[in-house]
């Protein structure tokens, strides 16, 4: 079991939310979605590779016969789960820093959520909520989401230089290399391995 | 926000001495209650946070402890368990977290550091190194009475002298002693670029909380502090790393690079650091040294990096960049608040100018010290995201230029624009510039706690 | 829609898992230990079937109780959470895992309810999408690039960066014939499995995040 895979972290959680304001939080969602400014900040936080959150109604849950056993439940679920870079500790401590407003609009419709500031209660509401990954899997362990950017930045410059190198003259080579490395110069981090978490 | 009672704060910690001299004493305690005696001795000597508007003093002393040293002096179960659990770890420990690998692994330390028996240190300044070595002798003379500690180690450090004069010099050349935050209630006045950027462009001091236990940090809380709360109050949290300083290799490799280089030499050696080696920040002043602005204090670290963001004036992965992004990271500066720290130390071991031979060998380096509030959100944090990596400065695995652990491997990026004197230049096959010899994690206590620990009179409740 | 975000697709399936109080040890337990020894670089199933970004297998024991006034209340079931983030269609992708990988997709979901087996394309996928849940919000950092772009630019990046850096001060017409021949053999280059680290670096930095 490792909730951790190269430069990358899975988190899961799940919390309970009273049926009447999954409404909210799907209104909420719709916003979110549509309103593009408002997801500008967490493009800009630039360490999630990939986030999802799931509303699960209390009936919502797969139902199959064959023997299962049919939920009775109170509550609607929020799932959330996310794949980030750098450390649980990092990546909260951002979150309550700069996206506040966004966080509680998402999880203040979940039981006993103590919002997002201050960080440390916010980090003990998440630990409760938290449950662990048992397989974790990623095309590209070494590399973050800032890593994939720019790794894409560079592919397009590459493939741009490439189509006009055969027919310049060294000259002309010359400048468009110029323009090419200045494209890419802060784009060109090696990949690896990734610190050790505490 | 609540008016600091600066005598009851020990000097270190709220201001740099500007003392040239200095010799760190690392204690062991044998006996807790001849190590007790000899703490009460020390408390009239230990320089307070009160101001020196008569003068500097001819020395100071201050005085903090390991945790194993705060076990030995017997300190509550409950209360040593209390203590943040990076502090009792220590940084031998953590060495892992912090990249301290391979050259820079613990048992390359010094002996003193690879023995778990530094329980105190004791930093003195002095004026003069008559003065050092008078208030060492009183220092002495104390420990003999009382038999409470024996020293294990003593390390000496002082200002580099060039002409005849005392300066902010260190072995590679560079002018440092820039960038030391501010924080409410500690600086009578605030120089802009030292504290929090403001979404107006203005900068305003940190929250006291972010150098100091018992006040609010910026996140609105109070910091991890042990129990009792008058035991933590005033009192912070000091790393000290002993950094062993290749000068021979870093001259050699500065000159092969430089070759290469059409900027030449000496805006080569600005672009590792942010600065150029007279202190000249490149963001304000890319093509030349500036004495005058070296000499504003207005001016000196007034700037961001909005304006650069290709980092053709100031490299992205500059030292100075690197440990305080300011603008860098977006969000009017709010990421990087809770990761600033106060700095101390002075340089170690024989200077050589520019003109004499220097050998790896020779012991010369720097004392580096770290004052924060919380050890794994400030100084661990700065060491392992932004010295050890560059994620957040989006420059994947690569180091610090000077202070990362290369091996020989990885690559510094000079970034440029189309200026011939300014283009992009790579830097390859990175030596390790820095080594480190040792160190650990103390704890600095208030005066009151001083007193407290002195006379055994720590409560856990 | 918003399974989707540009080109990548959220899946998030729940499968109930079978609960047999004579199975020893019980589903979840035995799904647990083969997931503990499954691979995890490029011989993990998801690696050798193709599409995936990134993926997750989590047993969910149960809800969580957050303590009072909140209600506490359970599951009568465990599920089997995989959440995936994935290439395009989600057709091609279940049939892309079930040509792949049947074997290991048979090991982990045979202790799931009502699980029809790989062998059987159209029932497997009916399966999957019988447990899917729709993924209300989802968010990608870069969501229009397939897994094997993704791959391939993190080559070039590595391979572009070695090349500036060793020819700085080349001459402009030995630089334009070097990249050339550069350009031409990147391109000829096999793409990098997916799940395999990237070079091996000699420093220490002590391997897994654990």
């Given at each position: 079991m490792s909730n951790i895979n190269g430069k990358v972290y899975a988190m899961n959680a799940i919390t309970p939310m009273k049926p009447w304001k999954t409404w909210i939080l799907r209104a909420a969602f719709f916003l979110l979605d549509h309103v593009k400014p408002m997801q500008k900040d967490l493009i800009d936080?630039?360490?999630?590779e990939f986030a999802r959150w799931v509303v699960v109604p209390r009936k919502g849950l797969p139902f199959l016969g064959n023997g299962q056993q049919e939920e009775v439940l109170q509550y609607d679920y929020l799932l959330f789960f996310s794949n980030f870079n750098g450390t649980w500790n990092q990546y909260i401590d951002a979150f309550s820093a700069v996206l506040a407003k966004g966080l509680n609009l998402v999880w203040r419709w979940s039981e006993k959520f103590p919002g997002s500031v201050p960080v440390t209660l916010f980090k003990e509401y998440i630990a409760r909520v938290q449950f662990d990954t048992d397989y974790y899997y990623t095309?590209?362990?070494?590399?973050?989401a800032n890593d994939v950017k720019s790794a894409h930045i560079v592919q397009l410059s590459l493939d741009s230089l490439s189509a006009v190198a055969g027919q310049s003259t060294p000259q002309q080579f010359a400048d468009a290399w110029l323009t090419f490395v200045l494209e890419v110069q802060t784009h060109l981090g090696e990949t690896g391995d990734a610190p050790i978490a505490g | 926000m609540s008016k600091l009672n600066e005598t009851d704060i020990q000097g270190f910690v709220l201001r740099g001495y500007n003392l040239p001299f200095a010799r760190y004493l690392f204690l062991h305690f044998e006996d807790a209650s001849r190590a007790r005696s000899l703490i009460a001795r020390l408390l009239s000597h230990v320089t307070t946070g009160q101001r020196w508007d008569g003068g500097k003093p001819q020395s100071t002393v201050n005085i903090a402890f390991t945790h194993r040293g705060l076990q030995h002096l017997e300190l509550p179960e409950a209360t040593l368990l209390s203590f943040p659990v990076e502090f009792q770890q220590g940084m031998k420990h953590r060495a892992p977290i912090l990249g301290d690998s391979g050259v820079n692994a613990p048992e390359h330390w010094d002996k003193v550091w690879r023995e778990d028996r530094v329980h105190a240190w004791l930093g003195i300044n002095g004026l003069t190194a008559e003065a050092l070595d008078a208030r060492c002798s009183a220092l002495h003379a104390a420990m003999e009475e009382t038999g409470g500690a024996a020293i294990l180690a003593s390390q000496d450090a002082a200002a580099v002298v060039r002409d005849g004069k005392p300066t902010t010099s260190e072995h590679f050349g560079y002018t440092d002693g820039f960038g030391n935050p501010d924080y409410l209630g500690v600086q009578r006045s605030s120089q802009p670029g030292q504290g929090k950027l403001l979404p107006d462009g203005t900068w305003a001091p940190l929250a006291t909380g972010e150098l100091l236990l018992g006040y609010a940090d910026e996140a609105g809380e109070l910091p991890v502090a042990p129990i009792p709360h008058l035991l933590g109050s005033n009192g912070t949290f000091m790393v000290y790393r002993k950094l062993h300083q290749n000068v021979a290799t870093f001259r050699a490799y500065l000159d092969q690079q430089a070759a290469l280089y059409p900027g030449g030499k000496e805006k080569l050696a600005a672009k590792f650091i942010g600065r150029w080696r007279d202190g000249t920040p490149l963001e304000l002043s890319p093509d030349r040294e500036d004495p005058a602005i070296v000499k504003d204090q207005i001016r000196n670290t007034a700037f961001t990096y909005g304006a650069d963001p290709e980092g053709?004036?100031?490299?992205?992965?500059?030292h100075i960049r690197r440990v305080h992004p300011r603008d860098a990271f977006g969000f009017n500066g709010q990421l990087i608040n809770r990761r600033r720290i106060t700095r101390r130390g002075l340089p170690y071991g024989r200077f050589a100018p520019e003109d004499e031979p220097a050998s790896d060998s020779e012991e010369r380096g720097v004392i580096f010290m770290v004052l924060n509030a919380s050890l794994p959100r400030q100084f661990e944090f700065v060491q392992q995201q932004w010295v050890q990596y560059g994620n957040d400065s989006r420059l994947g695995n690569d180091k610090d230029m000077l202070m990362g652990q290369h091996g020989g491997h990885g690559s510094f990026v000079v970034q440029g624009d189309r200026s011939p004197t300014n283009p992009p230049f790579v830097c390859t096959n990175l030596p390790d510039f820095v080594e480190l010899r040792g160190g650990d994690y103390f704890f600095l206590p208030s005066i009151t706690a001083l007193g407290m620990i002195a006379k055994g009179l720590v409560d856990p409740r | 829609m918003p399974n989707k975000n540009g080109s990548v697709y959220g899946l998030t399936i729940l499968s109930p898992i079978i609960e047999d109080p004579r199975a020893t040890p019980s589903h979840d337990l035995q799904i647990r230990d083969y997931l503990a020894g499954l691979?995890?670089?490029?011989?993990?199933p998801f690696a050798l079937?193709?599409?995936?970004h990134l993926a997750r297998l989590v047993v969910m024991d149960d809800v969580v109780y957050v303590g009072a006034p909140a209600c506490e209340e359970h599951l009568k079931s465990k599920y089997l959470i995989f959440e995936s983030n994935c290439d395009g269609d989600l057709d091609t992708y279940l049939s892309g895992l079930a040509a792949t990988v049947p074997e290991h997709l048979d090991a982990i979901?045979?202790?799931?309810?009502g699980y029809p087996g790989a062998g059987n394309r159209k029932a497997f996928i009916d399966y999957m999408k019988a447990c899917q849940l729709e993924t209300t919000f989802f968010f990608a950092a870069v969501n229009n690039k397939t897994v094997t772009e993704t791959l391939r630019a993190l080559q070039t990046q590595t391979a572009v960066a070695d090349f500036i850096a060793a020819h700085q001060g080349v001459e402009p017409a030995v630089l334009q014939r070097e990249f050339i021949q550069f350009a031409a053999h990147l391109k000829s280059q096999p793409i990098p499995l997916p799940g395999s680290m990237g070079p091996h670096r000699t420093i220490e930095t002590g391997g897994r995040n654990e």
């Amino acid at each position: 079991m490792s909730n951790i895979n190269g430069k990358v972290y899975a988190m899961n959680a799940i919390t309970p939310m009273k049926p009447w304001k999954t409404w909210i939080l799907r209104a909420a969602f719709f916003l979110l979605d549509h309103v593009k400014p408002m997801q500008k900040d967490l493009i800009d936080l630039s360490f999630i590779e990939f986030a999802r959150w799931v509303v699960v109604p209390r009936k919502g849950l797969p139902f199959l016969g064959n023997g299962q056993q049919e939920e009775v439940l109170q509550y609607d679920y929020l799932l959330f789960f996310s794949n980030f870079n750098g450390t649980w500790n990092q990546y909260i401590d951002a979150f309550s820093a700069v996206l506040a407003k966004g966080l509680n609009l998402v999880w203040r419709w979940s039981e006993k959520f103590p919002g997002s500031v201050p960080v440390t209660l916010f980090k003990e509401y998440i630990a409760r909520v938290q449950f662990d990954t048992d397989y974790y899997y990623t095309a590209y362990p070494h590399a973050t989401a800032n890593d994939v950017k720019s790794a894409h930045i560079v592919q397009l410059s590459l493939d741009s230089l490439s189509a006009v190198a055969g027919q310049s003259t060294p000259q002309q080579f010359a400048d468009a290399w110029l323009t090419f490395v200045l494209e890419v110069q802060t784009h060109l981090g090696e990949t690896g391995d990734a610190p050790i978490a505490g | 926000m609540s008016k600091l009672n600066e005598t009851d704060i020990q000097g270190f910690v709220l201001r740099g001495y500007n003392l040239p001299f200095a010799r760190y004493l690392f204690l062991h305690f044998e006996d807790a209650s001849r190590a007790r005696s000899l703490i009460a001795r020390l408390l009239s000597h230990v320089t307070t946070g009160q101001r020196w508007d008569g003068g500097k003093p001819q020395s100071t002393v201050n005085i903090a402890f390991t945790h194993r040293g705060l076990q030995h002096l017997e300190l509550p179960e409950a209360t040593l368990l209390s203590f943040p659990v990076e502090f009792q770890q220590g940084m031998k420990h953590r060495a892992p977290i912090l990249g301290d690998s391979g050259v820079n692994a613990p048992e390359h330390w010094d002996k003193v550091w690879r023995e778990d028996r530094v329980h105190a240190w004791l930093g003195i300044n002095g004026l003069t190194a008559e003065a050092l070595d008078a208030r060492c002798s009183a220092l002495h003379a104390a420990m003999e009475e009382t038999g409470g500690a024996a020293i294990l180690a003593s390390q000496d450090a002082a200002a580099v002298v060039r002409d005849g004069k005392p300066t902010t010099s260190e072995h590679f050349g560079y002018t440092d002693g820039f960038g030391n935050p501010d924080y409410l209630g500690v600086q009578r006045s605030s120089q802009p670029g030292q504290g929090k950027l403001l979404p107006d462009g203005t900068w305003a001091p940190l929250a006291t909380g972010e150098l100091l236990l018992g006040y609010a940090d910026e996140a609105g809380e109070l910091p991890v502090a042990p129990i009792p709360h008058l035991l933590g109050s005033n009192g912070t949290f000091m790393v000290y790393r002993k950094l062993h300083q290749n000068v021979a290799t870093f001259r050699a490799y500065l000159d092969q690079q430089a070759a290469l280089y059409p900027g030449g030499k000496e805006k080569l050696a600005a672009k590792f650091i942010g600065r150029w080696r007279d202190g000249t920040p490149l963001e304000l002043s890319p093509d030349r040294e500036d004495p005058a602005i070296v000499k504003d204090q207005i001016r000196n670290t007034a700037f961001t990096y909005g304006a650069d963001p290709e980092g053709s004036r100031c490299p992205i992965g500059a030292h100075i960049r690197r440990v305080h992004p300011r603008d860098a990271f977006g969000f009017n500066g709010q990421l990087i608040n809770r990761r600033r720290i106060t700095r101390r130390g002075l340089p170690y071991g024989r200077f050589a100018p520019e003109d004499e031979p220097a050998s790896d060998s020779e012991e010369r380096g720097v004392i580096f010290m770290v004052l924060n509030a919380s050890l794994p959100r400030q100084f661990e944090f700065v060491q392992q995201q932004w010295v050890q990596y560059g994620n957040d400065s989006r420059l994947g695995n690569d180091k610090d230029m000077l202070m990362g652990q290369h091996g020989g491997h990885g690559s510094f990026v000079v970034q440029g624009d189309r200026s011939p004197t300014n283009p992009p230049f790579v830097c390859t096959n990175l030596p390790d510039f820095v080594e480190l010899r040792g160190g650990d994690y103390f704890f600095l206590p208030s005066i009151t706690a001083l007193g407290m620990i002195a006379k055994g009179l720590v409560d856990p409740r | 829609m918003p399974n989707k975000n540009g080109s990548v697709y959220g899946l998030t399936i729940l499968s109930p898992i079978i609960e047999d109080p004579r199975a020893t040890p019980s589903h979840d337990l035995q799904i647990r230990d083969y997931l503990a020894g499954l691979s995890t670089r490029e011989d993990s199933p998801f690696a050798l079937a193709p599409g995936t970004h990134l993926a997750r297998l989590v047993v969910m024991d149960d809800v969580v109780y957050v303590g009072a006034p909140a209600c506490e209340e359970h599951l009568k079931s465990k599920y089997l959470i995989f959440e995936s983030n994935c290439d395009g269609d989600l057709d091609t992708y279940l049939s892309g895992l079930a040509a792949t990988v049947p074997e290991h997709l048979d090991a982990i979901w045979r202790h799931c309810v009502g699980y029809p087996g790989a062998g059987n394309r159209k029932a497997f996928i009916d399966y999957m999408k019988a447990c899917q849940l729709e993924t209300t919000f989802f968010f990608a950092a870069v969501n229009n690039k397939t897994v094997t772009e993704t791959l391939r630019a993190l080559q070039t990046q590595t391979a572009v960066a070695d090349f500036i850096a060793a020819h700085q001060g080349v001459e402009p017409a030995v630089l334009q014939r070097e990249f050339i021949q550069f350009a031409a053999h990147l391109k000829s280059q096999p793409i990098p499995l997916p799940g395999s680290m990237g070079p091996h670096r000699t420093i220490e930095t002590g391997g897994r995040n654990e």
